[in-house]
């Protein structure tokens, strides 16, 4: 079919992502009802902007349509697939909680994001017919070809009291994923010497490690080699445990792929256990249902799952796949990839910092786990911080030695520090005591509070605060707010309503943040508040927050403030926040 779209002079229409002189490019082209359908969308006025194919995580819808007042509608074209409501629906949960919804706001937005079947073949008796779709539900309906033809302005309209939230919109057009290759020039970002070896993999290994304490550049190493390969027109998948670092690492392939001119939709980023429960949930659409194991958890038993249809035949296969953040994976998890996910001769690529394995897992030192695994060469040992000042270091390093582990592998200072990232800003760091830990949110958000009255560089958005526990960020949410200022935080004393606000947390949203330091593990900010509690484990998340810090963002200063309430480590404040003589820390 030859496809050109309507063209009406002196008519603004929609802005097309990608441009529609490029939707040949898509990796999955239209098809010809999906050409017609983007003809009818062409002519929706200027304030709309229609994505074609764009990716949402692990899903790809044919089109997503975003306006400012009227919200989004995801958009699915009907080929004949049974289970296409369901697919719809699938497309609409995915944009509202991983891209859309806020913690803090209703469990769902209502009509603000709707799903929209299309079926350009068949009039709206022939699609009811064949597609059960209520047609109260405000969430989910069905365009016929009438519809496309004669009603489209009016279908794309939202109910009148409907109105979406700003940050919302504007979140959601910065985090879609266009299908095609950037037609602009970026400049690269400046990778270190090990960084470029990992990005470039020189010898073409097949399996790699990577190793590095916090801030050395593994993530910018890794999304670097993930963009290379995509521009070599090979599909990457990119795992890590946490679902909140799968949007930074998705936010770094989209910058990195600019600079390589690579395709960022070649490359799938999501959470390990979101790619396993979508490999059960397509599987089963595919007639190959898992076997339900006997006990376990939810997160155990979906491996299980995934194990157990991919090895009754069901393919979900990459050319390469790149895990970061690899200390919290297991070698079950590592193989299971090995075997099933990577292609027959693909490469796979392990990041790992031990010194943040919060979930006690990481067993990659040990020779037979690495022979296991398949690892035959060195890893890569990539030493300095590039994300701290030269002094935040020196303090988290004196932290590490003497609370988590003398023989902790901390970071240098690296001598190329001034020329891969530019100028470094100064590291101002505040250490204060507590008598008691039940205080320990009340003070977090008090310092929350006097950073940034006493500092006005610094906006809320600048500020994270991290908490062991969910009550302390709840006391702390309230300082805050009490305060003035807003909060995004995943805290909640309901275990349902905390899944919820983690998967829709945002570590860039324009508000203070707060976070538990597992989920925060992989982002950063350039002024950190912490707490320190009495249990062993406090210890290493607190060093885990205190390498949070960012000094490389263009200010004045970095901040880290550290509240203790462990009476052993009061006399710990004065060398915490003052350089000691060589020698002193011994």
């Known amino acids: 079919m030859t496809w050109r779209p309507l063209q009406l002079p002196g008519v603004l229409l929609a802005t097309f992502q990608p441009s529609l002189d490029h939707l040949d490019e898509l990796l999955v082209p239209l098809d010809d009802s999906g050409l017609r359908v983007a003809d009818q969308l062409s002519v929706l006025d200027d304030e709309w902007t229609v994505y074609t194919r764009p990716q949402l995580g692990q899903d790809v819808p044919d089109f997503v ?41 209703d469990r769902d937005p209502g009509a603000s994001v ?17 597609i059960a779709v209520d047609p109260s539900d405000v969430t989910v309906k069905l365009w016929a070809s009438e519809a496309l ?8 309209m939202a109910p009148p009291a409907v109105t979406p939230l700003p940050e919302s919109v504007r979140r959601l057009h910065h985090q879609l994923v266009v299908d095609g290759v950037s037609h602009g020039m970026v400049a690269p970002v400046q990778l270190s010497a090990q960084a470029r070896m990992v990005a470039a993999n020189p010898k073409g290994s097949g399996i790699r490690g990577v190793t590095g304490p916090p801030g050395s550049g593994k993530s910018f190493a890794l999304t670097a080699r993930a963009a290379r390969l995509a521009a070599e027109g090979k599909s990457v998948l990119v795992l890590c445990f946490n679902l909140t670092l799968a949007h930074r690492l998705r936010g770094l392939v989209v910058q990195r792929c600019a600079e390589a001119g690579a395709n960022p939709a070649r490359v799938t980023c999501t959470s390990f256990h979101t790619f ?16 339900e194991p006997a006990r376990g958890t939810w997160p155990e038993k979906i491996v299980v799952k995934t194990e157990n249809v991919l090895g009754r035949g069901f393919e979900r296969r990459f050319d390469a796949v790149l895990v970061d953040e ?5 070698l079950q998890w590592w193989n299971l990839l090995r075997d099933h996910v990577v292609r027959p001769g693909g490469e796979m690529l392990l990041a790992t910092d031990p010194t943040v394995d919060l979930y006690g897992k990481s067993s990659w030192a040990i020779p037979s786990t690495l022979e296991s695994a398949g690892f035959s060469e060195p890893w890569i040992d990539m030493t300095g911080s590039y994300r701290m000042a030269p002094e935040l270091i020196e303090s988290t390093n004196l932290f590490a030695r003497e609370y988590v582990s003398a023989e902790a592998p901390v970071p240098s200072v690296p001598d190329d520090l001034a020329a891969v990232v530019g100028a470094v800003s100064s590291g101002q760091r505040s250490w204060y005591n507590i008598d008691r830990v039940a205080d320990l949110g009340p003070e977090i958000g008090r310092e929350v509070v006097r950073l940034l009255r006493e500092h006005p560089d610094l906006a809320p958005r600048d500020v ?8 302390d960020g709840l006391a702390a949410a ?25 998967s829709r947390f945002w570590p860039d949203a324009d508000a203070v943040k707060g976070c538990t330091v597992h989920a925060f593990k992989g982002w950063e900010s350039p002024a950190v508040v912490l707490g320190i509690g009495m249990e062993e484990r406090s210890r290493r998340l607190a060093y885990t927050a205190m390498t949070r810090v960012t000094s490389t963002a263009g200010r004045a ?9 462990d009476q052993r480590m009061v006399d710990f404040a004065e060398r915490f926040e003052h350089r000691l003589p060589v020698g002193a820390d011994t």
Do not use: M, W
Not at 326 to 330: A, E, L, S
Not at 557 to 565: F, G, P, T
């Open 557 to 565: 200063s970095s901040y880290l403030v550290v509240v203790n309430a």
């Open 276 to 291: 396993c429960a979508r490999v059960v949930d397509d599987a089963a659409v595919a007639g190959i249902v898992a076997d």
């Open 149 to 156: 033809a004669q009603s489209l302005p009016g279908a794309v």
């Open 478 to 502: 309230a300082i805050i707010e009490a305060a003035g200022y807003p909060v995004h935080h995943v805290y909640s004393r309901d275990p349902d309503e905390r899944q919820r606000r983690k």
């Open 464 to 471: 994270i605060y991290l908490c062991e526990y969910h009550h």
């Open 326 to 330: 690899g200390q919290d994976f297991g």
């Open 114 to 130: 709707r799903s929209a079947i299309v079926t350009p073949d068949l009039s709206g008796a022939e699609a009811q017919a064949v």
């Open 65 to 105: 349509l975003v306006h400012d007042r009227h919200g989004v509608i995801v958009v699915d074209v009907f080929s004949g697939q049974p289970n296409i409501v369901d697919v719809a629906r699938r497309h609409r949960s995915t944009v509202v909680d991983q891209f859309f919804a806020l913690p803090g706001r």
